[in-house]
């Protein structure tokens, strides 16, 4: 216990100079944190390392003359930690000699702080006003093009379908490609078709940037003679590369979707922007596509999304596992972001879950993530996963989404992608950045406590692994 004498008090509500003196025997440890703060008008001492303080003898001045702090009408006033707020004693009340009171120490508290996030979703209000956005209402032109094309930004339209012929199809035109954000304007159209008898084509095509047009008010895309068109329900996909031409005509039947704003953001500063639109989760897909002179006409279901960004990815993303499906009544979008190293490999977890069409389940905060069966893949060096789940809800009524991988579609070292003088930039700077694309199944339970309420299987599943960072030792 210590004792401060000679202290003196004086109201300050009506009008009274208050000047609170200390005593000259206070001990020197004490003065390490007697910093003081005005809070409403009246001064807390920083009391967070002293025990119980008896405080005798104290005084006020009142119109010139000193009297008692009880008869000038003086009132206890709370000692606070000056940086954190929190409460460290309340005062008693006055002695029966009126200047006197103690002031034991309250009980020990303890504050933990978390900074905040270095990648984050844009949800609050705030950013949907700043992006001109409605929570739920998703209009045309947020399928139209949204950066302009300068060096730094990139933007792409995907288009892929499981179709009933047993092909598997991925169509997406680029202003650029993905590993040379940097770049100008770079018109570009990758098409992959897998086909059931084995077969596979893999087309990477470049454009002379006076071959781009696209507009701002809906998703109408044209690089030459190919087009990638439509209104959020219904989507027309053409193109010609080499000896495989492709058209094919998407119908929504589940509504447009995007995770809050569908921004990304990176950085303190939060203006590192990563940004989709999963325009069509699920669609219906009427295809006719050729081989040379071999032609198929067929049906199946599709997707399309919508990317863009005003910072290289490789940049802001150490790696990410994206995946969607659809098994019985319900469809699924799913991935997993892992942020780059210098945002602190942060991780921003996207969900969507519909069933018969209609959402039922989007919040990201319920979604766990595991990958399973991890080997080392032979051609990218890069850590995969032979399962990844996600599960969604809580211990009493959970959803389970799980992809297990039967087939590599694309494995592919993104540096191949380059040439000449790029390709040697980018091996001068240890790039190793890799695209994997998986076909399995994916099976859809849902389960209440430790009874499996409905659970549907299907092998029409597709997802991918997009690595740009090195591989990490852990995961």
Not at 17 to 35: P, S
Not at 155 to 181: C, Q
Not at 364 to 372: A, D, I, M
Not at 391 to 409: I, K, S
Request: proline fraction near 4%; include cysteine.
């Amino acid at each position: 216990m210590a004792d401060l004498t000679g202290v003196i008090w004086t109201r300050t509500d009506d009008g009274f100079n208050k000047d609170l003196k200390e005593a000259n025997d206070m001990n020197d440890n004490l003065n390490e944190n007697n910093a003081t703060t005005r809070t409403e008008g009246r001064q807390k001492r920083r009391s967070d390392r002293f025990g119980a303080v008896q405080f005798t003898n104290a005084a006020a001045v009142k119109d010139g003359h000193t009297t008692t702090p009880a008869t000038a009408g003086a009132t206890a006033v709370t000692v606070a930690n000056n940086e954190s707020g929190l409460t460290l004693a309340t005062p008693s009340a006055l002695g029966s000699d009126g200047a006197s009171l103690a002031m034991p120490r309250g009980p020990v508290q303890t504050v933990i702080t978390t900074a905040a996030p270095l990648a984050v979703t844009a949800s609050s209000d705030a950013d949907y006003e700043r992006l001109g956005l409605a929570r739920k209402d998703i209009k045309p032109w947020e399928d139209g093009a949204r950066t302009d094309d300068r060096p730094g930004t990139y933007e792409w339209w995907y288009f892929d379908a499981h179709l009933d012929d047993g092909a598997k199809l991925v169509v997406v035109f680029m202003d650029k490609n993905l590993s040379t954000p940097q770049r100008p304007l770079e018109p570009t159209i990758r098409l992959n078709l897998d086909l059931a008898d084995g077969r596979s084509f893999e087309k990477l095509v470049v454009f002379d940037p006076e071959t781009w047009s696209s507009a701002k008010d809906h998703a109408d895309v044209r690089i030459g003679a190919n087009r990638f068109t439509g209104d959020l329900h219904t989507y027309r996909v053409t193109a010609k590369i080499e000896e495989i031409s492709v058209d094919v005509t998407l119908e929504g039947e589940v509504p447009a979707w995007r995770p809050e704003t569908g921004y990304m953001l990176f950085g303190e500063d939060r203006k590192r922007e990563f940004a989709w639109l999963p325009s069509v989760p699920q669609g219906k897909v009427t295809a006719t596509y050729t081989i040379g002179d071999e032609r198929h006409e067929t049906t199946g279901t599709g997707y399309h999304d919508h990317n863009w960004g005003n910072v290289g990815l490789m940049d802001i993303v150490h790696d990410w596992y994206w995946a969607r499906g659809q098994a019985g009544p319900y469809s699924v979008i799913a991935s997993y972001i892992t942020a780059h190293e210098k945002y602190e490999y942060a991780t921003i977890p996207i969900f969507m879950l519909a069933k018969d069409g209609r959402l039922i389940g989007d919040d990201p905060s319920c979604v766990k993530f595991e990958t399973l069966g991890p080997f080392t893949d032979s051609v990218t060096k890069k850590p995969v996963a032979n399962i990844t789940r996600y599960t969604y809800g809580t211990d009493e009524d959970r959803y389970v989404v799980t992809f297990t991988r039967h087939r590599d579609l694309s494995r592919a070292r993104m540096v191949e992608s380059l040439h000449g003088i790029k390709r040697a930039a980018a091996e001068l700077l240890r790039f190793d950045g890799a695209y994997l694309r998986f076909s399995g199944d994916i099976r859809i339970e849902h389960i209440r406590g430790d009874e499996i309420v409905d659970q549907y299987v299907t092998e029409d599943a597709i997802w991918e692994l997009m690595y740009f960072g090195h591989a990490r030792s852990e995961r």
